[in-house]
């Protein structure tokens, strides 16, 4: 008996692994959310002026 619960215990380890692991690399579900996405929008847009105007203004400095 003993050796049959030695036996379970890493065959449940591995259904518990398989059960994650699927879980795990499920698809991404769609966000559909307009404001969030137009908000990144906005903050990549001003992330790039950011590093668009100092790189110009490094390169007036001569530096």
């Known amino acids: ?4 619960a030695w036996l379970i215990i890493p065959v449940i380890a591995v ?3 398989a059960m ?3 879980w795990a690399q499920r698809a991404p579900r769609a966000t559909g959310d307009p404001a969030s ?7 990549m ?3 790039e002026r950011t590093t668009a105007g100092a ?3 490094r390169e007036h400095s001569g530096r």
Do not use: D, Q
């Not at 008996?1 to 049959?4: D, I």
């Not at 996405?37 to 903050?43: I, N, S």
């Open 1 to 4: 008996m003993s050796a049959l």
């Open 45 to 47: 847009a001003a992330m």
């Open 37 to 43: 996405l137009a908000e990144h929008r906005r903050f």
């Open 15 to 17: 259904l518990l692994a």
């Open 55 to 57: 790189a110009a203004s």
């Open 20 to 22: 994650w692991a699927g």
